[in-house]
């Protein structure tokens, strides 16, 4: 579960908080976009901020859960925002939602909300301006996720690998390697990329490299070092081809994108031994 906080000022710019926080992985620009789609206000004016414990509440990069939760708190609290908006604009006479029950305002475009029907509709920095305010700041509730009994939901996908293999010493070469995955909604295409990319180089290096000696007398680690214990360099990794298929999965949450950074390294040391077996019997 995740709460978020948004402050939408008369200039039509806005500023998220959620104490999550950014390992490398691209949250950054992930939420930034998703505050920018689910508020109604062009990216350039969005301003995502996280990592502080005195922002609303929001979970660790960790478990494949990010994006989807902090999404969600972004959903709710924008949703929250456009009924504020709409009970500013309800009051006021001179707009043309005035009257008009602020439950029954939704976003219907760009900086704009008003009726589903879009047959009466205002602007945001317009309500704002109206109203004398140089900003207006709400806040999601942090709930506890609602179970759904219905449904089942996982990311999934496939790895498929080639390898050559000299038989006399008998080095193996990872000469291909293609993953396919479904994870819902692809929200950030490039960072997706990479998540499963580096998921398969680890696999290789898992599959191949990478391995824990203990000294029998000490009981320490004898590869304690990057000198010997050995991970995938470029020389042994090819390029990777990823693939994403499946619509977004809004069953799941309401921005539809389900768990990725975990997927991209289950099965793909396993596809790096399945193909030496295929090429060796063994």
């Not at 972004?74 to 008009?100: M, N, Y």
């Not at 008998?170 to 479904?182: A, D, E, L």
């Amino acid at each position: 579960s995740a709460a978020a906080k948004v402050q939408l000022r008369t200039d039509g710019s806005a500023v998220v908080q959620c104490a999550t926080h950014d390992i490398g992985t691209g949250a950054y620009t992930a939420f930034t976009q998703i505050s920018s789609e689910q508020l109604g206000i062009s990216f350039e004016k969005v301003k995502f901020e996280l990592g502080k414990s005195d922002y609303p509440f929001g979970p660790v990069a960790g478990g494949s859960n990010s994006t989807g939760t902090v999404g969600t708190a972004i959903h709710d609290v924008a949703g929250l925002l456009h009924q504020q908006l709409g009970e500013l604009a309800s009051k006021d006479a001179k707009s043309p939602l005035h009257g008009v029950n602020a439950k029954d305002v939704v976003l219907v475009a760009p900086g704009r909300i008003g009726l589903k029907d879009k047959s009466k509709s205002d602007g945001f920095t317009d309500i704002l301006r109206r109203a004398g305010r140089d900003s207006i700041e709400v806040q999601s509730e942090l709930k506890p996720p609602e179970m759904n009994n219905k449904f089942v939901f996982q990311s999934w996908g496939a790895h498929f690998c080639e390898v050559k293999i000299d038989p006399l010493l008998p080095r193996v070469q990872v000469t291909g390697f293609v993953s396919v995955m479904n994870c819902g909604r692809i929200v950030t295409a490039k960072p997706a990329y990479n998540q499963i990319m580096g998921g398969a180089t680890m696999g290789i290096g898992m599959a191949l490299m990478e391995e824990t000696a203990y000294d029998p007398v000490t009981g320490l680690p004898a590869t304690r070092n990057l000198a010997d214990y050995h991970i995938p360099t470029n020389a042994d990794v090819p390029a990777i081809e990823v693939h994403f298929v499946g619509e977004p999965d809004f069953e799941f949450n309401p921005i539809g994108a389900r768990g990725m950074g975990e997927i991209g390294i289950t099965g793909a040391a396993a596809a790096v031994a399945n193909a030496v077996y295929h090429a060796t019997g063994k």
